[in-house]
């Protein structure tokens, strides 16, 4: 049985702490309410999310999905702890697969860790996050260009692939603009 709530919800300390109060207006967006999800549910559970993803079984692709519409913090940091740790490559991997859905404009220093990292599929995984951010229209072009240059450095064959697609993406975009 999954966890059911308890108490109220105190929506003006809620609306505080996550700065839905702004000389003294009261303001909302999806930013602001994905802030209040990740307060609700709690860092541990937003952390044991990432873990169950990670590891697999029943329920792990919810947990993704889950974390890929609140873009929490606490699991873009999370993941990219992982990635930084003596883990096994497996679960590094899986940390910056999932990373590349949970991601928004706050991991854009980290992508450049993931394109230099030895690991050809943590460099493609990166690479991902990037191409997800552009996609989503998450981050500008203009602000990641320089790891649009970074990445077609590189001498991953599968990278510089995936460069040229997102590359090819983008023009036919900014044409139609």
């Not at 991902?128 to 951010?133: A, K, T, V």
Request: with cysteine.
């Amino acid at each position: 049985m999954y966890l059911k709530m308890k108490n109220k919800i105190n929506w003006r300390q809620l609306a505080e702490d996550v700065g839905s109060f702004e000389n003294g207006q009261e303001h909302g967006s999806n930013t602001l309410a994905q802030k209040a999800i990740e307060n609700l549910i709690g860092e541990e559970a937003i952390r044991d999310a990432v873990d169950y993803y990670i590891n697999g079984g029943p329920g792990s692709e919810l947990a993704r999905f889950v974390i890929w519409q609140i873009h929490p913090i606490s699991a873009m940091q999370y993941c990219y702890e992982i990635y930084k740790s003596e883990r096994d490559i497996e679960e590094k991997r899986s940390a910056v697969e999932l990373l590349r859905v949970a991601a928004d404009h706050r991991v854009v220093p980290w992508i450049k860790d993931f394109l230099s990292d030895p690991d050809k599929s943590i460099q493609l995984w990166g690479f991902g996050i990037l191409d997800q951010l552009l996609w989503s229209e998450l981050v500008d072009e203009e602000e990641v260009s320089w790891l649009l240059e970074l990445a077609e450095r590189s001498t991953n064959e599968h990278l510089l692939e995936r460069v040229d697609f997102v590359k090819g993406f983008l023009k036919q975009r900014n044409e139609h603009e």
